[in-house]
């Protein structure tokens, strides 16, 4: 089993930044991806942003230029970095990772993250 942490999210007004983290912990695992999904109210879930285990990244378009995601492997932990935010970024902030347990590959979810962003 694999715990997600996440910390970060919070109110702040239009333009402001915001850093969320996510820790991992557990036994015996090692992290492939992540990603940073976020979920506004009648919405669906959708990728913000990912990175891989080579550090390659992708940005859903309305993100792009604004978010930045980073890994610290030696810390289990993901970051997104999210300046500039407008009102429509607001929603709950969820990481996801994959993992490898011995060979096998499993997917963990953070307990989510506030995001409120007033105009």
């Known amino acids: 089993q694999v715990q997600l942490v996440e910390s970060g999210g919070g109110l702040v007004q239009a333009g402001e930044s915001l850093r969320l983290s996510c820790a991992a912990s557990g036994r015996a695992f090692s992290i492939d991806a992540w990603g940073w999904y976020r979920q506004a109210p009648g919405k669906q879930r959708e990728l913000v942003a990912g990175?891989?285990?080579?550090?390659?990244?992708n940005y859903v378009d309305s993100v792009k230029g604004r978010f930045t995601i980073s890994r610290d492997n030696a810390k289990n932990t993901v970051y997104l970095q999210m300046n500039n935010l407008k009102p429509e970024d607001a929603a709950v902030y969820y990481c996801y990772v994959d993992v490898y347990i011995g060979a096998l590959r499993y997917g963990y979810w953070g307990q989510g993250t506030q995001v409120t962003v007033s105009s």
């Open positions: 990175i891989t285990s080579g550090g390659s990244t």
